[in-house]
């Protein structure tokens, strides 16, 4: 018995915890800024920059308009299981905000020096709070908040050993933000990557607002050849706009799926929309589309994924037939007036 060595088990210390969970959030400079964007949406921000250095490793930093959090806050939104999204089992079966787990704050700061700068509108000025000293002092800016992520991974080297170049990196960063930027035409977003102007899209409100957000995003030769969707099949709405065939692509790159504002990739709404193409897609053509599925909250359950790119689906026979039929509307449809006046 005594060549069995065990060690005793003991609890892991807090940022050993921590550093374990983001691993399943943060994978590369992209998941940081997809769960920073998600943040200052639900602090209802109208403007979101995004300022990168190397492809996001060197610098994240994420400047918004929102609601700001107040200076006695800004320690406990650092803390794990931390949130000011719900409160109880009902609010997250409800839940309408993009996040609510209160992880992805801890989750980044104990991988990379993270700072939050913010201000919040019962505030006379802003306060700074240092993640990795906790030291808390005021600090200068408008009503919002910045965070700052400086150095990704910088502790855990096995990690950072995975990133590819910062091309690639960069480019991930981009595809996230045009995710979000394609959710919400009502909000501006920026994107910096060295010191450049990469991206800049102006805020659209209005009813056209989708339709001049495709365009700016995915190209005026996305909006000239697709066609709107406007569908309600039992609990489930379908909206967006559906390529027609000729502006088919080799890959499936322009394929955006939202469930109730958030982007998913999921199996039954892509394959919804695939068999929607069946008779007018051939071979391997990719079919491009942003389609936007409603349905009430209580009808998905958006938590079984740490990152909730997968949602499940009370009904997803339902969303698939929503999706697939709202898709062949759409497609029969006539086409004369769509090109006409952009969001037509
Ligand atoms: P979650 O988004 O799931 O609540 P996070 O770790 O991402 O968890 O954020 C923790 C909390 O910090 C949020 O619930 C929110 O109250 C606050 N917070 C984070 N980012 C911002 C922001 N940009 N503006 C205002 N409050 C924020
Ligand atoms: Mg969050």
New binding site residues.
């Given amino acids: 018995l005594g060549d069995r060595p065990r060690r005793s088990i003991r609890e892991l210390p807090d940022e050993l915890i921590s550093q374990i969970a983001a691993g399943e959030v943060v994978e590369r400079p992209a998941s940081v800024v997809r ?2 964007v ?3 949406l ?2 209802g921000a109208s403007h979101i920059s995004v300022r990168l250095a190397a492809g996001g490793v060197r610098l994240i930093s994420i400047e ?1 308009d ?4 107040p200076p006695e806050e800004l320690p406990i ?1 650092l803390k794990r299981h ?4 719900i409160a109880n089992l009902l609010e997250l079966e409800s839940v309408g905000t ?9 989750a980044i700061n104990s991988i990379a020096e993270t700072t939050l700068l ?1 201000r919040s509108g019962a505030q006379p000025n802003a306060y700074f709070l240092d993640g990795r000293t906790g030291e808390l002092r005021p600090g200068a800016r408008g009503i919002g ?1 910045t ?1 700052e992520v400086k150095e990704l991974f910088f502790s855990v080297p096995a990690r950072r050993k995975f990133l590819k170049t910062d091309a690639t990196e960069l480019a991930h960063c981009i595809e996230s933000v045009r995710r979000h930027a394609l959710a919400r035409p009502d909000v501006a977003f920026t994107i910096w990557h060295d010191g450049k102007l990469i991206e800049q899209w102006r805020s659209h409100p209005g009813p056209d607002g989708l339709a001049q957000r495709l365009g700016d995003v995915l190209g005026e030769d996305f909006l000239a050849g697709s066609v709107a969707v406007d569908h309600q099949y039992g609990a489930v709405r379908v909206t967006g706009r559906a390529g027609v065939p000729d502006i088919s692509r080799s890959r499936p790159d322009q394929q955006f799926a939202y469930v109730n504002g958030r982007f998913v990739r999921d199996k039954v709404i892509t394959h919804a929309a695939r068999s929607a193409y069946e008779d007018v897609l051939h071979g391997q053509r990719q079919p491009v589309y942003a389609l936007y599925v409603s349905v009430e909250p209580a009808r998905v359950d958006v938590n079984v994924h740490p990152t909730k790119i997968e949602v499940r689906f009370r009904d997803s026979r339902e969303v698939h037939q929503a999706v697939r039929h709202a898709v062949e509307n759409a497609l029969a449809a006539p086409r004369a007036g769509q090109t006409a006046p952009a969001g037509a």
């Fill in positions: 769960e920073l998600d943040n200052a639900d602090a918004d929102g609601a700001g959090i939104a931390a949130t000011s999204k993009m996040g609510f787990r209160g992880e992805a704050l801890a913010s908040t965070v």
